[in-house]
């Protein structure tokens, strides 16, 4: 492989940035291409089913063999708020294959008893994001029912473009969480892609049955994105 475009994938990699090493098969030469780079026609279409599945493999397009070694980041979610829903949601959440984190100034919540195994940090989101920010390839879950605690990571993956941005709360929690962000100078299509409220309408009752109703709205957000979400994530 060119030492350039390996240093150049080393790099994306590093920073969470979506790639695909294409390598035609007729002659062995490779490209690296980035997400939201622009390639027409059928080989373009094979691209991006190769970036929203995270699949590598052979595929054929205008008569040539090309082969795609996908590198996508790993999906991560946050959950803000150690609650009850969060203990069912984190450990489903890491089965499902994504990188786990759950955050809570209150250490009455946030004890390594009621999270066994989970990266749990009891801080404000403020701080405890500063080693891992929010990114595109990020749904941050906001639980606690505190604008104090939901408000600042709520804002900070909207302006980030995490591909899911959920919230706890009835729909007159919301209409007061929606004035505080429009007052924090957020638009109105910027907190239109809150999830409020949170998770797949399936008459879910109990903090297990919530929590599989919200990751069934995150993979759904993470494999059939929204054409913002593409938008954000092709910025990266």
Known sequence: MDPHLLRKLNAARRDRRAAIMLTDLADGRNRLVMKGDPIAGELGEAVEKA??????????????????????????????????????LAPMAAMAGFDV??????????????????????????????????????????????????????????????????????????ARRVERLSDAGLGEAEIGRIDAPIGLDIGAQSPEEIAVAILGQVIAALRRPSPHTLAQAEKV
Do not use: C
């Not at 008569?63 to 996508?72: A, D, E, S």
């Not at 104090?148 to 941005?165: N, Q, R």
């Open 51 to 88: 970036f929203r599945t995270g699949k590598a493999g052979v595929v054929e397009a205008e008569g040539q063999r090309f082969f795609l070694n996908v590198h996508v980041p790993s999906p991560r979610m946050v959950i803000i708020g150690a609650v009850h829903i969060s203990q069912a």
């Open 101 to 174: 984190r759950v955050i809570d100034p209150r250490t009455a919540f946030a004890t390594p008893e009621r999270f066994e195994n989970v990266d749990l940090v009891a801080d404000w989101p403020e701080d405890a994001l500063k080693d891992r920010p929010i990114d595109p390839f990020t749904a941050l879950v906001a639980v606690t029912h505190d604008p104090k605690i939901d408000d600042w990571p709520l804002i900070s993956a909207l302006k980030t473009g995490a591909f899911y941005v959920g919230a706890l709360g009835s729909r007159k929690t919301h």
